[in-house]
């Protein structure tokens, strides 16, 4: 059983222990699932996940809004990533793609969230493009005014849940100012015509993914979430949110690394003793605990900075996402080195996890991002 201490620290309410309880009995019963079909995979588990009201907190509930709760946010994907690296996709990307519709979204909008919180709809995030990853303000697709209407053209790439999704949360250039301020999102049921599955990538840890072509899409004005030109703010709004939960992630992975090793080198017997009398041994899981430790701290001083008001927690989601993907990503080499050959053994759970953290330090904003994005708050530019 994962260290779950944490728990207990002042960040906390009963309220997110007893959340913390409930989802840990789920995930023993139900996680990991089969990874084969992932499409397949995902769609259970967004709907195995609804059916058991774990996906509630991804989206405010339109009838009695209220903020979204980012330490159970946390501890959700803390938890589930532990168990299943899917499970965690899953889960996460309920929110990261209706983000911009729970925090902006007009109540007609909002009714989508009563289907993609009861995992009845899968939703998606749409940024990047082939062109502007990183630099998001130089995105290129257009959302071209006409009439009443917005005709969406361009391309974007590495979207999660592409091809499975009912929903996609679009940003395109419309155009009211160059740059960031020319920006707007918009709501795209998956069946609107012109909204093309060009490619299904595949990756070292796989996930649905896919190359998007919009081909002169129309959408009514009322498809637009929020104003003309405020895209850019909302995407970073929504990224608020969900930055410091990939943290969680990352921490859920580690800890998993972390239990397995302790397992590991207690049994293995080398040179007539447990592995871990070697005190190497014990210097590199002591480094793990305490690179776990730190990050808890981070992800969770982000969470709960966030649940008490703060406006924005750009710095303290930025610091969590960096350091607990990057610790994570050590604590997790450290684990397979200490397994010795099963560790890269196809089908290990430590090799499993070492491929699954790699892609925590490129998306939602590169770790090199991050670490800009830290320098200028701290400098106060
Ligand atoms: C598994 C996976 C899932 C994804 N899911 C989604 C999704 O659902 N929706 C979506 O919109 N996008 C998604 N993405 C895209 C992801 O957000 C981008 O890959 C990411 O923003 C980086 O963009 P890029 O790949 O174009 O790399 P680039 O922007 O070309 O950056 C390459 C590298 O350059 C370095 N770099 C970049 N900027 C700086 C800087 N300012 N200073 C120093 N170094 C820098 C970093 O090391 C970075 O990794 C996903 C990506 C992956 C891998």
């Known amino acids: 059983m994962a260290d779950r201490s944490f728990l207990s620290w002042p960040f906390f309410e009963e309220r997110h222990r007893e959340h913390a309880e409930r989802l840990e009995e789920w995930c023993a019963a139900n996680l990991p699932v089969d990874h ?16 058991a009201g774990f996906l509630l907190p991804t989206a405010i509930d339109p009838s009695n809004p209220q903020p979204l709760d980012v330490r159970t946010l946390c501890i959700s994907r803390e938890t589930l990533a532990r168990h299943d690296g899917l499970a965690d996709f899953a889960f996460a990307m309920q929110g990261l793609g209706t983000g911009a519709i729970s925090l902006f979204g007009t109540p007609e909008q909002q009714r989508w969230l009563e289907k993609t919180r009861t995992g009845k709809a899968i939703s998606a995030f749409v940024l990047t493009e082939p062109r502007s990853g990183s630099d998001v303000a130089n995105m290129e697709m257009t959302a071209t005014r006409d009439g009443g209407d917005y005709i969406l053209s361009g391309e974007k790439t590495w979207i999660s849940n592409g091809g499975i999704a009912d929903l996609y949360c679009v940003f395109a250039r419309t155009g009211e100012a160059p740059g960031a301020k020319g920006i707007s999102a918009f709501l795209v049921p998956a069946d609107t015509l012109g909204l093309k599955i060009a490619e299904r990538l595949e990756t070292i840890a796989p996930h649905p ?170 400098m106060g530019a």
């Open 36 to 51: 084969h079909d992932v499409d397949a995979a995902c769609r259970k588990l967004v709907e195995t996940l609804g059916e």
């Open 209 to 378: 993914l896919a190359r998007l072509v919009f081909d002169d899409m129309r959408l009514p004005a009322s498809a637009m979430i929020g104003k003309p030109g405020e895209g850019f703010k909302i995407a970073m709004s929504v990224l608020d949110v969900f930055r410091s939960t990939v943290g969680a992630a990352a921490l859920g992975f580690a800890r998993r690394a972390l239990d397995e090793t302790l397992a590991r080198v207690s049994q293995r017997q080398l040179f007539g003793a447990p592995l871990f009398d070697l005190q190497m041994v014990q210097g590199n899981v002591a480094e793990m605990a305490l690179d776990v430790d730190a990050a808890a701290l981070l992800v969770y001083r982000a969470a709960w900075t966030k649940d008490s008001g703060a406006a924005r927690v750009t710095r303290e989601a930025a610091m969590a996402k960096l350091y607990a993907t990057d610790r994570a990503q050590s604590v997790i080499d450290k684990a397979v080195q200490l397994h010795g050959g099963d560790g890269v053994k196809k089908g290990h759970i430590v090799e499993s996890l070492y491929r699954e953290i790699r892609a925590l330090r490129i998306y939602e904003g590169a770790s090199d991002v991050q670490k800009v994005v830290i320098a200028r708050q701290t």
